[in-house]
C-alpha cells in the first residue's frame, strides 16, 4: 500500500522539511484538522498560540528578523485572513522571510455564501511575494516547496498559503515531502554581480570627493556587515544608514554617521547629505523617510546603486552605475578589485568629520537628558536605556514617539539586527507582539520593547501571551495620552489645530500588573535608572510605563513628520 498521509499531516511534515521550529498563530473551526495533526504528530514545532492573528504575523516577522530564518503564522478563514493581512504587508515591503498559513472553507462550498467566506487568493495577492489558495491536497508539498523558494532568494518576502478545510483531510504520497535546505534561510542561491559592475562602482567611488555610502536593510540581510565595514575603514568613508540599516555597522563604529533622513535624522547627520558629491545607496530603496521627501540627494549628485532587486535602482534617481547583486557578495567584489588595484588608495577623512558631527549632535541630546525641567522627557529614557541594556540585547520599537528617538542616539556596540522597528508601513502595536517573536528567536538575549501608549492600546492583550510564555522581555511605554506623532504633525502643519488626537490617560503598569507582568510607574527622571535595573534583573515579562513629556512639546529628531 502507498505511505500517504492527509492534507493537514503533509502541511505539518512539508513545514517540518523546511527546517521550521515555530509556529504562531489563533485557532478556528477551518483550522481543526490542521491543529488535530500538530498535536498528534512528532515533528519538534512549537506552536505558540497568540490572541490576535496580526499578532501572531508581527511574532513570525521579529522571529525572522533575528533568525535570518522564514517566520510562520497561521489563522483560519474570514475575519482571520483579514486580520493577518498587515504583518504580512510589512514583513513583504519590509524583505523579510514570513508564511501566513490561513485555512478556509471546504473547496466544495465557494461561491454558497457560506459563514466566513473570503476571495482569500485575490485578497493576499498584492501584498504577498507568493500566494496561492491550495485546491488539492496532493499539491500541499509543491505548493510549500514554491512559497519557501519564492521567500528565501532575490528580495525576500512574505508568502500566504490558503489551505481550505476539505482537502485537510485528502491523500498526500508521503513520498513527495521534502525541502530543499537551502530555503531554511535566506538569502538563498546568492546572485553576484555581472562581471565589471562591482569594479566600476568601486572606480566611481575612488574618483568621489566626499562620498556617503547610505546603507538600507539589504546590508543587514544578506549579513555583510563585515564586508561593508572593511571597505569604510580601509577608504576612511562615511556610512550614514536608513532606520531599517541600523546595524550596517556599529552605531560606534569611526565611520559611522548614523540614521539620515526625517526620522531620526537629525540636522548634524544631513550635513553630510547635502555635502557628499556621491552618494552610494546600498541594500536601500532611497525612499521618502532616508532622503527626507528626496530633499538630498539634490539632482546632480551622483549615485552609485547596490541593490539585489533590479528594480530599485534608477527607481528614484539616476544610477551612474549600478549593481545589481546579493550585497554580501557585491562587496566581497569590491573589496577583492581594491586587493588588487595598484597604487594608493584615497582616504576621504570620514572618521575626523562624523566625529565632530557626533560631538555637537550628542552634546544637545545630553544636555536634554541632563535637563531638570519637573517631567521625564523621551531623551531621558534614551540615555537611561543606553547606559542599562546588555550588549547583546534587542531592542523592538512600534513606530511612534519612541522610533526618533532610538533611531537618533542610541549606541549599539556590535552590528547586526539589533534593533527592530516596522518602517515598511508603520502600523501602530507592533513592538509588543514582535518583541515575543524575537525572542523565540534569540532567547538568549535581552528583548527591550518600546511603545507609545497608543500602540500600547492597540496589542495589550498580547501580555497574557507573554505571561503564558513566561518570556524576559521588559517593555517600555512612553505615556503622553495623545497619537504624539499626529499632534506635532498638526502643530507644524496646520498651526495648532488639534483634532481627535488625545485621548484618557492610563495607568498601563496596573494593566500589566493585571495579566501577570511585573511592572513599574515612573513620573521622575531620578527613577528611571532604579526602574530599568529592577526590570532586567527579574527572571520574568516586565513593563516600565513612563509619563514622559509629549511629542509635541518635545525637541524631536524629526526632519519631517510627514515622512
Not at 19 to 37: K, M, N, R, S, W
Request: glycine share 10%.
Amino acid at each position: 500500500m502507498m505511505n500517504t498521509l492527509n492534507g493537514a499531516e503533509a502541511m505539518v511534515r512539508s513545514l517540518e522539511a523546511h527546517g521550521v521550529t515555530h509556529i504562531f498563530g489563533l485557532c478556528g473551526d477551518t483550522t481543526l484538522p490542521f491543529y488535530d495533526a500538530m498535536n498528534r504528530l512528532d515533528h519538534g514545532i512549537t506552536h505558540v498560540l497568540s490572541r490576535d492573528e496580526r499578532s501572531a504575523a508581527y511574532m513570525a516577522d521579529g522571529f525572522s528578523r533575528v533568525t535570518g530564518r522564514v517566520g510562520v503564522c497561521e489563522g483560519p478563514s474570514g475575519g482571520g485572513a483579514t486580520y493577518i493581512l498587515p504583518g504580512l504587508i510589512e514583513a513583504n515591503e519590509s524583505s523579510y522571510a514570513v508564511l501566513a498559513i490561513t485555512t478556509d472553507i471546504p473547496v466544495g462550498s465557494y461561491g454558497k455564501y457560506p459563514l466566513t467566506e473570503v476571495d482569500q487568493e485575490t485578497l493576499m495577492g498584492p501584498l504577498t511575494k507568493f500566494n496561492t489558495v491550495i485546491k488539492r491536497a496532493d499539491h500541499i508539498p509543491r505548493m510549500v516547496r514554491q512559497a519557501f523558494r519564492a521567500m528565501t532568494t532575490g528580495r525576500s518576502g512574505a508568502a500566504h498559503l490558503g489551505l481550505p478545510y476539505d482537502i485537510q483531510y485528502d491523500d498526500v504520497s508521503a513520498d513527495d515531502i521534502w525541502g530543499d535546505p537551502k530555503h531554511q534561510s535566506y538569502p538563498a542561491y546568492r546572485a553576484a554581480p555581472e562581471p565589471g559592475a562591482a569594479e566600476d562602482a568601486a572606480e566611481a567611488i575612488l574618483s568621489a570627493e566626499a562620498p556617503l555610502i547610505v546603507c538600507g536593510g539589504g546590508v543587514v540581510i544578506s549579513g555583510a556587515m563585515e564586508e561593508l565595514g572593511r571597505l569604510a575603514s580601509r577608504l576612511d568613508i562615511a556610512v550614514g544608514t536608513s532606520i531599517s540599516g541600523k546595524g550596517s555597522l556599529a552605531d560606534t563604529h569611526p565611520q559611522s554617521l548614523g540614521v539620515v533622513g526625517s526620522n531620526g535624522g537629525t540636522d548634524e547627520t544631513w550635513e553630510m547629505m547635502e555635502a557628499a558629491d556621491l552618494v552610494v545607496f546600498m541594500g536601500c530603496r532611497a525612499g521618502s523617510t532616508t532622503t527626507s521627501r528626496w530633499e538630498a540627494p539634490k539632482p546632480g549628485q551622483r549615485i552609485v546603486h547596490f541593490d539585489n532587486d533590479p528594480m530599485v535602482i534608477g527607481a528614484n534617481y539616476p544610477a551612474e552605475v549600478g549593481v545589481a547583486a546579493d550585497l554580501k557578495l557585491a562587496l566581497q567584489a569590491v573589496n577583492a578589485y581594491l586587493d588588487g588595484r595598484g597604487g594608493d588608495l584615497p582616504s576621504f577623512g570620514a572618521a575626523a568629520k562624523i566625529a565632530d558631527i557626533k560631538q555637537r549632535k550628542f552634546a544637545k541630546f545630553e544636555a536634554l537628558a541632563a535637563s531638570k525641567t519637573g517631567q521625564v522627557l523621551p531623551e531621558q529614557i534614551i540615555h537611561a536605556l543606553n547606559r542599562n541594556l546588555p550588549e547583546d540585547s534587542i531592542v523592538v520599537s512600534d513606530p511612534g514617539t519612541s522610533c526618533p528617538y532610538y533611531n537618533a542616539y542610541s549606541q549599539q556596540k556590535h552590528p547586526g539586527r539589533r534593533y527592530i522597528t516596522n518602517r515598511a508601513h508603520g502600523a501602530l502595536g507592533y513592538a509588543l507582539s514582535a518583541s515575543l517573536g524575537a525572542w523565540f528567536g534569540r532567547p538568549g538575549a535581552k528583548v527591550v520593547g518600546m511603545m507609545g501608549d497608543g500602540s500600547f492600546n492597540f496589542t495589550c492583550g498580547e501580555l497574557e501571551t507573554v505571561v503564558r510564555c513566561n518570556a524576559p522581555i521588559t517593555y517600555v511605554v512612553f505615556s503622553n495620552a495623545n497619537f504624539g506623532w499626529i499632534k506635532a504633525s498638526q502643530r507644524d502643519n496646520f498651526e495648532k489645530r488639534y483634532y481627535n488626537v488625545d485621548f484618557n490617560r492610563t495607568d498601563h503598569a496596573a494593566v500589566a500588573e493585571a495579566f501577570g507582568v511585573r511592572a513599574w510607574r515612573v513620573e521622575k527622571p531620578e527613577d528611571l535608572d532604579q526602574a530599568i535595573k529592577e526590570a532586567f534583573a527579574h527572571d520574568g515579562p516586565t513593563l516600565i510605563d513612563v509619563v514622559c513629556q509629549a511629542l509635541e512639546e518635545a525637541a524631536a529628531p524629526v526632519r519631517r513628520w510627514m515622512g
